[in-house]
């Protein structure tokens, strides 16, 4: 396993992360715990969870499967995604909501800090800098270690960076927004700024739900078992990605990869790490086959040929147009 500092923070993280989400919907308590055992013997020091995932029952796996090895592992969760109770207060990220949820994750985690704590997205009710005092608060007393970000545009970061400055608020040390081959538009500002600013890049969807695995076929339904087919979220991955754009790309990047004798899911986590502005990438695994195949990944440099072969894809998918404040990422 190789490891990245985590933007300017001295906190170094494996490049893959391990992604926790259907812990406890599509892969059952038992499968999941094989999964992070397995992880972690691989070298994955990083896991990814939220309060959101499967109404806590998520975090409450993970606690479980670290139960005497918490020490060992860079631990993530979130906070202030979408409503995670019956009150009115049971969202957002006013400092009423972070207070409750940090217990309640810490309860479920069976830990007494967290080494990450998400902010899930972006509260546009709570002004951010009641959100920056609650989460800076929580540095203070030792329940969080650092403070991210999730889903958030560049406005948003920005804004926060500046008000944590101001008010001497411990900033975001990162931030988690989707990135893949055929979801690229964070290269035009958001992570200019993350290298500008030092602040580490988790990118979540590396494998566009698992339409990047080149397994899926345009003619017949999403398979159950997997992110399409799922009763939760298979609406919200569909919209996202089972598109057909989505689909002709794929097709050139199975041509690609066929060309260069590359598995597509490791060149496509391998395209990902090939930028310097990222951290880590977040790889959710249904078997240890998956994920031994994922963490293949780091072990692929591309070449210059196979980089160029991408961005032809993805001129198609978005052509090369003038866009005020896109700029070319230097990789």
Same mark, same amino acid.
């Given at each position: 396993?190789?490891?990245?500092?985590?933007?300017?923070?001295?906190?170094?993280?494996?490049?893959?992360?391990?992604?926790?989400?259907?812990?406890?919907?599509?892969?059952?308590?038992?499968?999941?715990?094989?999964?992070?055992?397995?992880?972690?013997?691989?070298?994955?020091?990083?896991?990814?969870?939220?309060?959101?995932?499967?109404?806590?029952?998520?975090?409450?796996?993970?606690?479980?499967?670290?139960?005497?090895?918490?020490?060992?592992?860079?631990?993530?969760?979130?906070?202030?995604?979408?409503?995670?109770?019956?009150?009115?207060?049971?969202?957002?990220?006013?400092?009423?909501?972070?207070?409750?949820?940090?217990?309640?994750?810490?309860?479920?985690?069976?830990?007494?800090?967290?080494?990450?704590?998400?902010?899930?997205?972006?509260?546009?009710?709570?002004?951010?800098?009641?959100?920056?005092?609650?989460?800076?608060?929580?540095?203070?007393?030792?329940?969080?270690?650092?403070?991210?970000?999730?889903?958030? /545009?560049?406005?948003? !970061?920005?804004?926060?960076?500046? &008000?944590?400055?101001?008010?001497? *608020? $411990?900033?975001?040390?990162? +931030?988690?927004?989707?990135?893949?081959?055929?979801?690229?538009?964070?290269?035009?500002?958001? /992570?200019?700024?993350? !290298?500008?600013?030092?602040?580490? &890049?988790?990118?979540?969807?590396? *494998? $566009?739900?698992?339409?990047? +695995?080149?397994?899926?076929?345009?003619?017949?339904?999403?398979?159950?078992?997997?992110?399409?087919?799922?009763?939760?979220?298979?609406?919200?991955?569909?919209?996202?990605?089972?598109?057909?754009?989505?689909?002709?790309?794929?097709?050139?990047?199975?041509?690609?990869?066929?060309?260069?004798?590359?598995?597509?899911?490791?060149?496509?986590?391998?395209?990902?790490?090939?930028?310097?502005?990222?951290?880590?990438?977040?790889?959710?695994?249904?078997?240890?086959?998956?994920?031994?195949?994922?963490?293949?990944?780091?072990?692929?440099?591309?070449?210059?040929?196979?980089?160029?072969?991408?961005?032809?894809?993805?001129?198609?998918?978005?052509?090369?147009?003038?866009?005020?404040?896109?700029?070319?990422?230097?990789?």
């Amino acid at each position: 396993m190789k490891y990245r500092r985590m933007g300017r923070a001295g906190l170094m993280v494996s490049e893959i992360c391990l992604g926790t989400m259907t812990y406890g919907n599509q892969i059952d308590e038992a499968e999941s715990v094989k999964l992070i055992k397995w992880a972690m013997d691989a070298g994955i020091n990083f896991i990814d969870t939220a309060d959101q995932y499967v109404n806590g029952l998520t975090e409450e796996i993970v606690g479980k499967a670290l139960k005497g090895v918490r020490h060992n592992v860079v631990l993530a969760t979130k906070v202030g995604g979408w409503q995670s109770g019956p009150t009115v207060n049971d969202i957002g990220t006013s400092r009423k909501h972070i207070m409750d949820g940090v217990e309640g994750s810490l309860r479920r985690l069976g830990t007494d800090y967290i080494d990450i704590y998400y902010t899930h997205r972006w509260d546009h009710a709570t002004p951010i800098d009641e959100t920056l005092r609650a989460l800076d608060d929580l540095v203070h007393q030792g329940k969080v270690r650092y403070i991210g970000c999730s889903n958030y /545009l560049v406005w948003q !970061l920005c804004k926060a960076l500046w &008000v944590s400055e101001l008010l001497n *608020l $411990a900033r975001y040390a990162c +931030t988690q927004p989707p990135y893949n081959l055929v979801t690229r538009g964070v290269e035009d500002e958001m /992570l200019p700024l993350c !290298l500008n600013e030092g602040v580490g &890049v988790c990118v979540y969807n590396p *494998l $566009a739900g698992g339409m990047l +695995t080149g397994k899926h076929d345009p003619n017949k339904p999403p398979p159950e078992g997997t992110r399409f087919g799922n009763k939760m979220m298979g609406k919200v991955y569909s919209d996202r990605y089972w598109l057909p754009g989505d689909f002709e790309a794929v097709a050139q990047f199975k041509e690609i990869t066929r060309k260069h004798g590359r598995s597509m899911p490791q060149f496509a986590l391998a395209w990902i790490l090939n930028n310097k502005a990222i951290t880590s990438v977040l790889c959710g695994a249904n078997s240890i086959k998956q994920l031994e195949e994922n963490t293949g990944a780091i072990e692929l440099t591309l070449t210059e040929e196979e980089l160029k072969a991408c961005d032809e894809v993805w001129h198609q998918l978005r052509p090369p147009r003038f866009f005020y404040g896109a700029q070319q990422l230097y990789r």
